[in-house]
């Protein structure tokens, strides 16, 4: 069965002393927002099973927020984010090409 809307998730904090974090998950959110990507936010700050499930899933147990999945499919971190839109490629890199083009005007 082929999904025909986004499943993107984001493990996010909103409980961070690091102000990297919490600026790096801002720039994807507003990325996100900016080409009218509709996604999910899971919150590990408030539950260590949502820590544990995102670091069981990456195959890191020190992986940091925010991460990234469309449905059960790992994307990548903010680093692979960052690269992906320096490239333009937000739509590849979120496994989202199949669902048609987007006009990024």
């Known amino acids: 069965m082929v999904e025909t809307t986004s499943s993107i998730k984001i493990y996010y904090t909103s409980v961070s002393g690091s102000r990297e974090v919490k600026q790096r998950q801002e720039e994807v959110i507003r990325i996100l ?4 990507i509709k996604y999910e936010l899971v919150d590990i700050s408030t539950s260590l099973k949502a820590l544990e499930e995102m670091r069981t ?49």
């Open 57 to 105: 899933k990456v195959s890191t147990p020190k992986a940091l927020p925010p991460q990234i999945f469309n449905g059960e499919e790992y994307c990548g971190d903010f680093e692979m984010f960052r690269k992906a839109k320096e490239k333009k490629d937000i739509l590849k890199f979120l496994k989202m090409e199949r669902m048609g083009s987007y006009d990024k005007r």
């Open 33 to 36: 927002d900016t080409y009218k």
